[in-house]
């Protein structure tokens, strides 16, 4: 299971992929086993700081990040 906390305010989104590397089968191993952890840690004014907790076959982008056609 891999870390991750990022930042979001309102109108901001973030994707679940499998990761380039990452195995489907393993990923959804993982996920009907662990599956994917989501707490809410911090509050600042318009912006929401989210700590997941999910397997590293997933990968957790935020949509900036995204290219875009």
């Known amino acids: 299971m891999g870390h991750l906390i990022i930042?979001?305010?309102?109108?901001e989104s973030f994707f679940l992929r499998l990761a380039g590397d990452?195995?489907?089968e393993r990923l959804l191993?993982?996920?009907?086993?662990d599956?994917?952890?989501?707490?809410?840690v911090g509050l600042l004014g318009r912006q929401v700081r989210i700590s997941f907790d999910a397997p590293?076959?997933?990968n957790i982008v935020r949509s900036?990040?995204?290219?875009?056609p």
Request: proline share 7%; net charge negative.
């Open 7 to 11: 930042s979001r305010r309102p109108g």
């Open 56 to 58: 590293r076959d997933l």
């Open 22 to 24: 990452g195995n489907p």
């Open 35 to 40: 599956g994917i952890e989501v707490h809410v």
């Open 29 to 33: 191993q993982s996920l009907t086993g």
């Open 64 to 68: 900036e990040l995204i290219e875009q």
